[in-house]
């Protein structure tokens, strides 16, 4: 079974507007940590947003915010006021296991593209 | 700030050749990674390590070997090149201490093989 899924291959957004990128994963592990990488047509992989299994917020990180549905298995990500710079790839990852070694296992990504 | 910093940027090969992806880092990280990233499919990891002479193989190790003789660095070595390698990888590094621990990634290694 996928352990991370992102349903979305594409989306397009009107600039200054907010968009919704889903996230859906699958552990069984207590301990986790959820992260948002962004890889524009440049391809680095930037960093973004991190939200942990016991953290009781949400995190934000400027425009980006993260929605963390735990019952639900989700951890979208929440871009607002969208940028023309935005338009990139999308990843989210997970990483499983308190004080383990285990790296991060990757979804297949959402293409965002910011119309002006 | 150099962060992770991977050689070459890119590279063409021959069926059956072979060659080293160097990956460095400088923030004394004590983890390091190599995924392979294929069009439609996220990263998939292929080797780690947790620290100098310690690897563990990831999701896709066929083909490659890794080594880890010091903290900064951690090359990729493919033995016999095959057409299904062509791919680009990239190397990761974080701070030990669970699952909180974000990782920093270098710029990619474009690899086509033919």
């Known amino acids: 079974a996928q352990k991370i899924t992102q349903t979305q291959p594409g989306m397009f957004v009107q600039e200054k507007e907010a968009v919704t990128l889903d996230c859906t994963y699958d552990t069984s592990d207590p301990s986790y940590g959820l992260f948002w990488y962004k890889q524009p047509s440049s391809g680095e992989m930037i960093f973004l947003i991190y939200?942990?299994?016991?953290?009781?917020q949400n995190a934000t990180e400027g425009r980006y915010s993260l929605n963390f549905q735990k019952a639900r298995k989700s951890a979208n990500l929440v871009i607002s006021a969208s940028q023309l710079g935005d338009s990139a790839m999308y990843f989210c990852a997970m990483r499983e296991g308190l004080g383990s070694a285990r790296q991060l296992t990757f979804g297949s990504g959402t293409q965002l593209t910011v119309l002006p | 700030n150099a962060g992770v910093t991977q050689t070459p940027k890119f590279q063409v090969l021959k069926t059956g050749q072979s060659m080293t992806l160097q990956c460095a880092q400088d923030?004394?990280?004590?983890?390091m990674s190599w995924y392979r990233q294929d069009p439609g499919m996220g990263l998939r990891l292929i080797h780690y390590s947790v620290g100098a002479g310690i690897t563990d193989q990831g999701e896709v190790p066929n083909g490659y070997n890794v080594s880890r003789s010091t903290t900064e660095d951690f090359p990729l070595r493919l033995l016999s090149a095959a057409p299904s390698q062509t791919s680009v990888y990239f190397c990761a590094s974080s701070r030990a201490g669970g699952y909180n621990q974000p990782q920093h990634f270098g710029d990619g290694t474009r690899l086509s093989i033919l």
């Open positions: 923030m004394n990280h004590e983890y």
């Open positions: 939200q942990g299994s016991y953290d009781q």
